[in-house]
């Protein structure tokens, strides 16, 4: 008498083929298209948007031009030096330099627009990555950064000097998101293989 398989043993079977062959290429499948469109549209949003004219910063020198040469860059623009908004931006630099502080091609310049009309560029202060800059609104607009949205508000300009994006303080885990979109991928040090001598 022959051994047939039982019932359920074959709807387990065909449970396991059922998940197999269609619920888990699914499942990855959506997945990959959820990520892939939320890349496509973070890249979308970031179309550049003009050049970042570094030269026209009122007293930034040719070195400090050169070091800024392919380097990622966070524009901060405020109206002024103290207040709970410009505070609240602090805190974002503060979070920013945490988070890319290990980049050397990352740079955050903070631009306090000064309406008198003068400005100088600031040696990078206590943080290595961000140098500070007193401009007028001027300079501000002939560096390319100027932007419909309220004061304080950032920019990101890419390592080619384009300008990817604006950013309210309120969309600041975007800026961070795209921040990082926009960094090369860091390039992996070679391994150095160190193998005994033969004896």
């Known amino acids: 008498m022959e051994n047939k398989p039982s019932k359920s043993r074959f709807v387990l079977v ?31 949003d970031m179309l550049p948007k003009g050049d970042f004219a570094q030269s026209n910063i009122v007293g930034i020198t040719k070195e400090q031009m050169d070091s800024l040469v392919s380097k990622t860059i966070l524009v901060g623009i405020s109206s002024g030096e103290s207040s709970p908004l410009i505070d609240t931006m602090n805190r974002q630099v503060a979070m920013i330099v945490d988070q ?15 309406e008198n009309g ?3 560029f ?64 860091a390039k992996r040090k070679k391994i150095d293989l160190k193998r005994d001598k033969e004896i």
Not at 17 to 42: M, N, Q, T
Not at 100 to 114: A, E, H, L, Q, T
Not at 136 to 144: A, D, L, T, Y
């Open 14 to 44: 065909s449970a396991f083929l059922l998940l197999v062959l269609f619920i888990l290429p699914a499942g990855s499948w959506y997945y990959l298209k959820k990520g892939a469109d939320y890349r496509i549209g973070h890249i979308k």
């Open 122 to 185: 600031a040696e990078s202060n206590q943080m290595e990555h961000v140098w500070i800059a007193h401009q007028s609104n001027e300079s501000i607009n002939n560096c390319g950064v100027q932007s419909e949205l309220s004061t304080p508000y950032w920019s990101l300009i890419d390592y080619k000097g384009q300008i990817r994006n604006y950013y309210s303080l309120d969309d600041f885990e975007k800026l961070v998101v795209q921040s990082a979109m926009v960094l090369p991928v």
């Open 118 to 120: 003068g400005g100088d």
């Open 100 to 114: 890319f502080g290990d980049r050397k091609d990352f740079k955050v310049i903070r631009i306090i627009s000064n």
